[in-house]
């Protein structure tokens, strides 16, 4: 997991980390709970906005609670 923008995590980001794979990306957030988002869910493009928010380092928690909300496609363990 690649830790997730410093300047979110001084803003208490929700967010702690993220993997990215090339159709789906893994959030850790602060809780320790891991989601994988792909195509099924949310879809394709929501996956894309949010590893342009992942990579940027802010917005990533924003977007999720505003846009995506429960719509995962997987609750992976956390490792």
Do not use: C, Q, W
């Not at 979110?8 to 959030?27: E, F, M, N, P, T």
């Not at 988002?37 to 894309?48: I, K």
């Not at 906005?49 to 995962?72: E, Q």
């Amino acid at each position: 997991m690649i830790p997730y923008g410093r300047e979110a995590r001084s803003a208490k980001s929700g967010v702690v980390a993220y993997a990215l794979h090339d159709d789906a990306i893994d959030i850790e957030f602060a809780n320790g709970e891991v989601y994988r988002y792909d195509a099924s869910a949310p879809g394709a493009v929501d996956v894309e906005l949010m590893k342009r928010f992942a990579r940027a380092g802010r917005g990533l928690a924003t977007y999720i609670s505003k846009y995506v909300k429960d719509r995962y496609a997987a609750k992976l363990d956390a490792d």
